[in-house]
């Protein structure tokens, strides 16, 4: 089964699909129709945060940042 997740960052409208079987991340294009358009209208217009099945989720300024312990403390 593939692991697949649909990423959207706050004052960003652009989403984007990592395949985390496959290593990859991927632009998509703007949903405007279904379940996903929904989701991202509610992001974009209301400021709603969206998440199901996800149960971590961290913005960091850059991947070092990541290794270096940017949440510790």
Avoid: C, Y
Wanted: charged residues 15%.
């Amino acid at each position: 089964m593939a692991k697949v997740v649909v990423i959207g960052v706050e004052g960003d409208d652009r989403l984007w699909m990592a395949d985390l079987d496959a290593g990859t991340v991927t632009l998509i294009p703007t949903p405007t129709q279904g379940p996903l358009a929904s989701a991202n209208d509610l992001r974009s217009n209301g400021g709603a945060t969206v998440h199901k099945g996800v149960n971590l989720a961290v913005l960091a300024a850059s991947s070092g940042s990541v290794s270096g312990g940017f949440m510790d403390g």
